[in-house]
């Protein structure tokens, strides 16, 4: 195969359990779920952070948050750091971004990293509007759009993607797709509003012990006035969400289509994956938290297909996105300019038995004296935003550690979290303290301990001259030589 082509279909807050091809029932999406087909799909590939700018620097770079302090909405990559589609720019390919969101690079990256970007279509609607009455409001909750004409970022991202495609450049080229969808507010036109059967949904996992969990939880409980919220309730936001997923399926099926008839069909591979999930009921929560470690937050529903690569496969070893990267850049044949912590997923798509990670890591969260840096928001992300302020030990530095079966959550202001998956696919019971779980406590901390050292930094790839010469005059020169005349 030549250097092939990329699509990178990325959208926001997507949980892997809420498609077909991860196992959902009442959720439509035939064109995820065939692509996963013609590919193959990781069930256990894990986020690096569970907020959006964070997790895409990690992605793109292969580092992680703590590496280079990309660990806020605010902090993003600049012009000296590494990423990938520079990477992939520098190298030759044509590199066009569709649209606008990313949340990604600082001022002046973008220009140095793509070709080609924004929209050829315009959006003519974004994401404002009111809100029912009542807690929808901190449900995030919106319901069915009934403008017809609308064009949101999303669909005006298609729309150029689609007339991109109709002539691509000829040399190798990527196409970078990052969606807001279905990230909230939660809403959609009809169709995809009315394709859930609001009956058919089960209810959300249940909050555990309250005496057990992050105190973040029930903070946001409090603070947010969605202790009270009736399963009813539950179902009509998941069922929004799932329509918005039935539309972005939708969407990549238009885009998919628009690569098949291109003369570069057969030498494109497409990566189909997220930034983090979305907790959609689950615990009795919403949306996120930069300090949450739970499954349905940073399992990623990460799906490889392109020419070349095996067909009809699922994955179960464990997977960071981190090694996306490197991934990428052995199937275009360009060597990273960087050190990175990821690791390529060629082999494992290859063979199933080859060996890749014992371990998946995930990290979030502040220290309190950061606490003047945290994020200030206005409705609806106020009362989050009010709580981070207000008490940042709710937001605490965290690491998560995950094996095969169990996920380990060690935080800085609050005990530990140990969670046996198996038997608690929601991470429900915390089992940390108990006598006969210590020796898997002790060996996921002291695995956390030498990831933390092993990844703290990373050494530039450029080298500095140890005695440089420097261009100033000597301390008490003017006196020894007198005045000048």
């Known amino acids: 195969?030549?250097?092939?082509?990329?699509?990178?279909?990325?959208?926001?807050?997507?949980?892997?359990?809420?498609?077909?091809?991860?196992g959902n029932r009442r959720v439509r999406t035939p064109h995820i779920d065939a692509l996963a087909a013609?590919?193959?799909?990781?069930?256990?590939?894990?986020?690096?952070?569970?907020?959006?700018?964070?997790?895409r620097a990690s992605i793109l770079t292969?580092?992680?948050?703590?590496?280079?302090?990309?660990?806020?909405?605010?902090?993003?990559?600049r012009p000296h750091e590494p990423n990938l589609?520079?990477?992939?720019?520098?190298?030759?390919?044509?590199?066009?971004?569709?649209?606008?969101?990313?949340?990604?690079?600082?001022p002046g990256v973008t220009e140095s990293s793509v070709e080609e970007y924004g929209f050829s279509t315009m959006p003519n609607a974004l994401y404002g509007g009111d809100y029912p009455e009542g807690v929808w409001s901190r449900l995030f909750y919106r319901g069915r759009i009934d403008d017809e004409n609308r064009i949101d970022p999303d669909e005006a991202a298609v729309r150029t993607a689609e007339q991109w495609l109709g002539d691509p450049p000829d040399r190798p080229w990527v196409l970078f797709l990052p969606l807001v969808a279905p990230h909230c507010p939660f809403q959609v036109e009809e169709p995809w509003y009315s394709q859930v059967d609001r009956d058919a949904l089960p209810g959300p996992?249940?909050?555990?012990?309250?005496?057990?969990?992050?105190?973040?939880?029930?903070?946001?409980?409090?603070?947010?006035?969605?202790?009270?919220?009736?399963?009813?309730?539950?179902?009509?936001?998941?069922?929004?969400?799932?329509?918005?997923?039935?539309?972005?399926?939708?969407?990549l099926g238009r885009v998919m289509r628009a690569v098949a008839a291109t003369d570069d069909a057969a030498n494109t591979v497409t990566l189909f994956f997220a930034d983090h999930g979305e907790y959609l009921g689950d615990h009795g929560l919403i949306e996120k938290w930069p300090s949450a470690m739970h499954e349905c937050i940073t399992r990623d529903p990460l799906i490889i297909s392109g020419p070349g690569l095996p067909a009809g496969q699922v994955r179960e070893a464990l997977v960071e996105m981190v090694d996306v990267l490197p991934t990428v850049l052995e199937l275009a044949g360009v060597e990273a300019p960087h050190r990175h912590f990821g690791r390529s997923l060629l082999p494992l798509l290859h063979d199933p038995a080859a060996p890749h990670r014992q371990y998946a890591f995930t990290e979030g969260g502040f220290t309190v004296e950061e606490e003047p840096r945290l994020e200030r928001a206005g409705f609806p992300y106020d009362k989050k935003a009010e709580l981070q302020h207000e008490d940042p030990t709710l937001v605490g530095k965290a690491v998560a550690?995950?094996?095969?079966?169990?996920?380990?959550?060690?935080?800085?202001?609050?005990?530990?979290?140990?969670?046996?998956?198996?038997?608690?696919?929601?991470?429900?019971t915390n089992l940390a303290g108990r006598p006969e779980h210590a020796e898997t406590e002790r060996r996921l901390h002291d695995a956390?301990?030498?990831?933390?050292?092993?990844?703290?930094?990373?050494?530039p790839p450029d080298t500095d001259p140890r005695l440089p010469t420097v261009q100033l005059p000597a301390p008490g020169a003017a006196l020894v030589n007198g005045p000048d005349l």
């Open 38 to 55: 013609s590919g193959t799909r990781f069930d256990n590939a894990y986020v690096q952070h569970p907020v959006c700018s964070p997790s």
């Open 1 to 22: 195969m030549n250097q092939p082509n990329f699509v990178i279909f990325m959208p926001d807050q997507l949980r892997a359990d809420a498609l077909g091809a991860f």
């Open 401 to 428: 550690v995950r094996d095969q079966d169990w996920t380990y959550v060690w935080r800085l202001y609050e005990p530990p979290e140990l969670y046996r998956r198996g038997d608690d696919p929601h991470e429900q």
């Open 448 to 459: 956390m301990t030498r990831w933390l050292v092993e990844t703290a930094d990373v050494l």
């Open 205 to 251: 996992a249940a909050p555990g012990d309250p005496a057990r969990e992050p105190r973040y939880m029930q903070a946001i409980r409090d603070r947010y006035g969605i202790g009270d919220v009736t399963a009813d309730q539950w179902r009509e936001v998941t069922a929004t969400y799932y329509g918005m997923i039935a539309k972005l399926d939708d969407q």
């Open 85 to 106: 589609l520079r990477i992939l720019k520098t190298a030759g390919y044509h590199v066009a971004w569709a649209g606008m969101r990313g949340d990604t690079f600082a």
């Open 62 to 77: 292969g580092w992680y948050p703590h590496t280079a302090g990309h660990r806020t909405l605010t902090h993003l990559l």
